[in-house]
């Protein structure tokens, strides 16, 4: 048999079908790049349209935030929150040689706001911003970055009275800075529920001769529990400690204290010094708002109370991220006490029942009945429920 043909190429010819080769490979890669190239990138841009529409969401409220960087914030806020090395070097409880100093996000949100509140000089004198803080945090500006200056006390303080006399007095109108409030001493808050038209919070609550001297000590009828009822639920000297959110002027830790009950009271000072009023009461003030993760470890507090404070006005999904903070820092067998929780009908029925359930608490007492001060027609109403977290089985 004859030997296969031997083709030979010239050397102009190798070339060309080298450069071919080279080629094809170059443009297949290249096309490859590309479709690759815009596949992530749409997915990247979906994915960043998804995150802008979930924070437009999230933030619909919030018509003055905005992105910021780090040479619109003020020195002393950043001196405040840069890490800072430990001078031992690294430390095993922080698996860190570094600590970072806890600050609210959304402060950097509100840079105008922020500047005002971080300036001042070192050592010397805080502004008077009392406003302007709890504006802050309200915005979510919570915890508050920490400032190196000296805030204002008031003229000639005098001194709180002795318990227990604190428990049941007006203290000294010398014990306040008054600036930040439209009443300027406590005769004019005593008789602003007289004077003071239109909706103020809490505005009878300075009376303590008034309601205050009656609230939860009568016998329990309807949406109003007792005191006493409610202890009687738990064995004797078994509900030591808890925490009452919303407590306007302490009155409901008064109340526990004279029981040998450790109360502290949140409060904000909403045109009116409640914190202060709490603190000469000899009872304890909590400076916090509801957004905020509650100060406490994990099954601690035998009791959590709230009066008005956790009502409809809060957004829902930051209603459930509260109730289950309840939840987490009460031990089992804690008591959660949800007192006169307003809303409509039918946000009842269809919202707040349904999300109280997911919790987990177990039902104790459970009373709803309507808001009788406005038009029937509005269909207002109010719950009552005394809820405890279950002793086994708590997860």
Request: aromatic letters at 12%; glycine letters at 6%.
């Amino acid at each position: 048999m004859d030997p296969s043909p031997t083709w030979t190429l010239s050397p102009s010819t190798s070339a060309f079908f080298l450069f071919l080769l080279v080629a094809s490979n170059l443009l297949t890669f290249y096309f490859s790049s590309y479709t690759s190239t815009c596949f992530l990138t749409t997915t990247t841009a979906a994915a960043a349209a998804t995150t802008t529409d979930d924070a437009i969401s999230m933030d619909s409220g919030t018509d003055e935030a905005s992105s910021t960087n780090n040479s619109d914030l003020p020195a002393e806020f950043l001196a405040s929150t840069d890490p800072q090395k430990l001078p031992l070097g690294y430390n095993p409880n922080f698996d860190s040689d570094t600590m970072y100093p806890p600050v609210g996000h959304p402060c950097t949100l509100f840079p105008k706001e922020l500047n005002l509140y971080m300036s001042y000089e070192i050592n010397g004198p805080c502004p008077d911003d009392e406003l302007l803080a709890q504006r802050l945090l309200l915005k979510g500006c919570e915890p508050l970055p920490r400032r190196r200056c000296l805030p204002a006390a008031p003229p000639n303080y005098v001194e709180p009275l002795p318990l227990p006399t604190s428990l049941w007095s007006i203290p000294s109108d010398n014990s306040v800075v008054w600036t930040a409030y439209s009443c300027k001493d406590y005769s004019c808050l005593l008789n602003r529920s007289h004077h003071q038209k239109g909706f103020a919070d809490c505005k009878d609550c300075f009376e303590l001769g008034g309601r205050e001297k009656s609230r939860w000590i009568t016998q329990s009828h309807g949406l109003d529990f007792s005191i006493d009822e409610v202890l009687a639920k738990k064995k004797p000297g078994t509900v030591r400690i808890g925490l009452d959110i919303g407590g306007g002027t302490g009155t409901f830790a008064v109340r526990m204290r004279e029981r040998n009950i450790t109360i502290v009271t949140t409060s904000m000072n909403l045109n009116g010094p409640f914190n202060s009023f709490i603190a000469s009461r000899g009872v304890i003030p909590l400076y916090l708002s509801v957004s905020q993760r509650l100060p406490f470890f994990d099954n601690t507090l035998d009791i959590v109370h709230s009066m008005h404070v956790l009502n409809n006005w809060i957004p829902e999904k930051l209603l459930h991220f509260l109730l289950f903070d309840i939840y987490r820092v009460l031990r089992p067998g804690g008591l959660f006490w949800l007192d006169h929780f307003f809303c409509l009908e039918e946000q009842l029925e269809e919202v707040y029942v349904p999300m109280i359930e997911t919790v987990g608490f177990k039902k104790v007492k459970w009373v709803t009945g309507r808001k009788l001060d406005r038009a029937p027609k509005i269909k207002e109403m109010y719950l009552s429920a005394l809820l405890e977290k279950p002793l086994k089985r708590s997860w």
